[in-house]
Protein backbone atom coordinates (compact mmCIF):
# COMPACT_ATOMS: atom_id res chain seq x y z
CA UNK A 1 0.00 0.00 0.00
CA UNK A 2 1.74 3.28 -1.28
CA UNK A 3 -0.45 5.10 1.67
CA UNK A 4 1.92 3.47 4.37
CA UNK A 5 4.26 6.39 4.38
CA UNK A 6 2.19 9.06 4.47
CA UNK A 7 0.29 7.73 7.36
CA UNK A 8 3.30 7.14 9.01
CA UNK A 9 4.93 10.87 8.25
CA UNK A 10 1.78 12.08 9.45
CA UNK A 11 1.64 10.36 12.55
CA UNK A 12 6.10 10.96 13.61
CA UNK A 13 4.96 14.79 12.36
CA UNK A 14 1.86 14.86 15.10
CA UNK A 15 3.74 13.30 17.47
CA UNK A 16 6.44 15.25 17.61
CA UNK A 17 4.67 18.15 17.49
CA UNK A 18 2.77 17.32 20.67
CA UNK A 19 6.03 16.13 22.09
CA UNK A 20 7.68 19.84 21.25
CA UNK A 21 4.82 21.48 22.67
CA UNK A 22 5.34 19.08 25.92
CA UNK A 23 8.93 19.80 25.78
CA UNK A 24 8.57 23.61 25.03
CA UNK A 25 6.67 23.75 28.49
CA UNK A 26 9.18 21.66 30.22
CA UNK A 27 12.10 23.60 29.26
CA UNK A 28 10.63 27.26 29.09
CA UNK A 29 7.23 28.22 29.57
CA UNK A 30 6.56 26.47 33.50
CA UNK A 31 10.30 28.12 34.72
CA UNK A 32 9.00 31.07 32.84
CA UNK A 33 5.76 31.05 34.85
CA UNK A 34 7.12 29.50 38.09
CA UNK A 35 8.75 33.27 38.81
CA UNK A 36 5.45 35.08 38.66
CA UNK A 37 3.43 35.85 41.77
CA UNK A 38 0.75 33.22 42.28
CA UNK A 39 -2.08 35.47 40.84
CA UNK A 40 -0.02 36.63 37.48
CA UNK A 41 0.71 32.74 37.10
CA UNK A 42 -2.62 31.79 37.97
CA UNK A 43 -4.01 34.57 35.18
CA UNK A 44 -1.09 33.14 32.83
CA UNK A 45 -2.04 29.69 32.93
CA UNK A 46 -5.73 30.14 32.60
CA UNK A 47 -5.27 32.07 29.58
CA UNK A 48 -2.83 29.45 28.24
CA UNK A 49 -5.41 26.65 28.63
CA UNK A 50 -7.92 29.13 27.24
CA UNK A 51 -5.86 29.66 23.58
CA UNK A 52 -4.69 25.70 24.02
CA UNK A 53 -8.18 24.61 22.67
CA UNK A 54 -7.76 25.54 19.25
CA UNK A 55 -7.89 23.62 15.71
CA UNK A 56 -3.83 23.70 14.82
CA UNK A 57 -3.28 22.13 18.37
CA UNK A 58 -6.26 19.69 18.24
CA UNK A 59 -5.21 18.63 14.72
CA UNK A 60 -2.08 17.38 16.12
CA UNK A 61 -3.22 15.97 20.13
CA UNK A 62 -5.67 14.44 18.28
CA UNK A 63 -4.39 13.04 14.83
CA UNK A 64 -1.43 11.42 16.47
CA UNK A 65 -3.48 9.02 18.64
CA UNK A 66 -5.62 7.91 15.52
CA UNK A 67 -2.55 7.87 13.24
CA UNK A 68 -0.13 5.87 15.70
CA UNK A 69 -2.70 2.69 15.68
CA UNK A 70 -3.28 3.00 11.88
CA UNK A 71 0.67 3.52 11.09
CA UNK A 72 0.49 0.29 13.49
CA UNK A 73 -2.07 -1.67 11.78
CA UNK A 74 -0.60 -0.96 8.70
CA UNK A 75 2.69 -2.64 8.90
CA UNK A 76 1.08 -5.57 10.93
CA UNK A 77 1.51 -7.83 8.21
CA UNK A 78 5.63 -8.10 9.42
CA UNK A 79 4.55 -8.17 13.45
CA UNK A 80 8.82 -8.99 13.74
CA UNK A 81 9.82 -6.37 12.22
CA UNK A 82 11.62 -3.95 14.36
CA UNK A 83 9.10 -0.58 12.52
CA UNK A 84 5.97 -2.36 13.74
CA UNK A 85 7.51 -3.18 17.21
CA UNK A 86 8.24 0.46 17.53
CA UNK A 87 5.04 1.55 16.11
CA UNK A 88 3.46 -0.52 18.83
CA UNK A 89 5.49 0.86 21.60
CA UNK A 90 5.14 4.41 20.66
CA UNK A 91 1.35 4.14 20.19
CA UNK A 92 1.38 2.98 23.87
CA UNK A 93 3.31 5.58 25.10
CA UNK A 94 1.63 7.75 23.33
CA UNK A 95 -2.27 6.55 24.30
CA UNK A 96 -0.17 6.86 28.02
CA UNK A 97 0.65 10.38 28.08
CA UNK A 98 -2.69 11.22 26.42
CA UNK A 99 -4.08 9.08 29.69
CA UNK A 100 -2.33 11.43 31.82
CA UNK A 101 -3.45 14.41 30.18
CA UNK A 102 -6.79 13.27 30.29
CA UNK A 103 -7.09 12.04 34.10
CA UNK A 104 -4.57 14.52 36.14
CA UNK A 105 -3.57 17.50 33.42
CA UNK A 106 -6.99 18.50 32.20
CA UNK A 107 -8.99 18.11 35.50
CA UNK A 108 -6.20 20.65 37.27
CA UNK A 109 -7.09 22.83 34.18
CA UNK A 110 -10.25 22.81 34.61
CA UNK A 111 -10.45 23.11 38.88
CA UNK A 112 -7.95 26.25 38.09
CA UNK A 113 -10.50 27.80 35.70
CA UNK A 114 -13.19 28.15 38.34
CA UNK A 115 -10.96 29.96 40.32
CA UNK A 116 -11.59 33.91 40.35
CA UNK A 117 -8.93 36.07 40.66
CA UNK A 118 -10.60 39.20 40.75
CA UNK A 119 -12.37 38.09 44.00
CA UNK A 120 -9.30 36.59 45.52
CA UNK A 121 -6.68 37.65 48.28
CA UNK A 122 -2.77 36.96 47.25
CA UNK A 123 -3.19 34.42 50.01
CA UNK A 124 -5.94 33.17 48.52
CA UNK A 125 -4.02 32.85 45.10
CA UNK A 126 -0.90 31.54 46.57
CA UNK A 127 -3.36 28.56 47.89
CA UNK A 128 -4.87 28.01 44.42
CA UNK A 129 -1.52 27.80 43.12
CA UNK A 130 0.32 25.67 45.41
CA UNK A 131 -2.98 22.80 44.84
CA UNK A 132 -2.25 23.18 40.60
CA UNK A 133 1.10 23.94 40.21
CA UNK A 134 3.11 20.75 41.57
CA UNK A 135 0.61 18.09 40.81
CA UNK A 136 0.41 19.59 37.30
CA UNK A 137 3.76 19.77 36.72
CA UNK A 138 4.34 16.39 38.01
CA UNK A 139 1.90 14.53 35.55
CA UNK A 140 3.17 17.03 32.78
CA UNK A 141 6.19 15.61 33.47
CA UNK A 142 5.09 12.14 32.77
CA UNK A 143 3.34 12.74 30.15
CA UNK A 144 6.32 14.81 28.32
CA UNK A 145 8.72 11.84 28.93
CA UNK A 146 6.23 9.21 27.74
CA UNK A 147 5.05 11.62 24.38
CA UNK A 148 8.86 12.04 23.74
CA UNK A 149 9.82 8.68 23.95
CA UNK A 150 6.68 7.92 21.53
Not at 11 to 26: E, K, R
Not at 64 to 82: F, I, W
Not at 91 to 102: D, E, I, N, P, R
Not at 126 to 138: C, E, I, L, M, Y
Request: net charge positive; hydrophobic share 55%.
Amino acid sequence: MQGKPIVLALATVATGLVAGVYYGFSVAVNPGLARLPAPAYIAAMQAINDVIQNPVFAASFFGAPLLLPLATVLYARRPYVRRFRLLTAATGLFWASLGVTVAANIPLNETLATFSLPNATPAQAAVARAHFAGPWNKWHGVRTLASTLA
